[in-house]
């Protein structure tokens, strides 16, 4: 069983920073793409930030130029560096990983989530 665990988020003032990490656990054999979503209170959630295995990223228009995204392989584990943070930042945001995971005598790939960090930022 893998887990994905999200740690970071919280209150902060508009144009602080804060940086989101998400360390992933369990049975794993590889780690493909990492990413980033946030859901917004009666908004649909969006995806704001990948990163893949090799470390090439992307990012939403919104975002570019204030997040960073980036991961430690050999700790299973991706970051999410955020600054100049504005109101509409404000969301729930999810640590999302495509992982292969050891499987009786073979593997198994498919998509995790993690539970989500409240990120606020306060005008």
């Known amino acids: 069983q893998v887990q994905l665990v999200e740690s970071g988020g919280g209150l902060v003032q508009a144009g602080g920073s804060l940086r989101l990490s998400c360390t992933a656990s369990?049975?794993?054999?590889?780690?493909?793409?990492m990413g980033w979503y946030r859901q917004a209170p009666g908004k649909q959630r969006e995806v704001v930030a990948a990163?893949?295995?090799?470390?090439?990223?992307n990012y939403a228009d919104s975002v570019k130029g204030r997040f960073t995204i980036s991961r430690d392989n050999a700790k299973n584990t991706v970051y999410l560096q955020m600054n100049s943070l504005k109101p509409e930042d404000t969301a729930v945001y999810s640590c999302?990983?495509?992982?292969?995971?050891?499987?009786?005598?073979?593997?198994?790939?498919?998509?995790?989530w993690g539970k989500g960090t409240l990120v606020t930022v306060s005008s």
């Open positions: 369990g049975s794993i054999f590889s780690i493909n793409a």
């Open positions: 990163i893949t295995s090799g470390g090439s990223t």
């Open positions: 999302n990983a495509d992982i292969t995971t050891f499987y009786g005598t073979g593997v198994l790939r498919r998509d995790y």
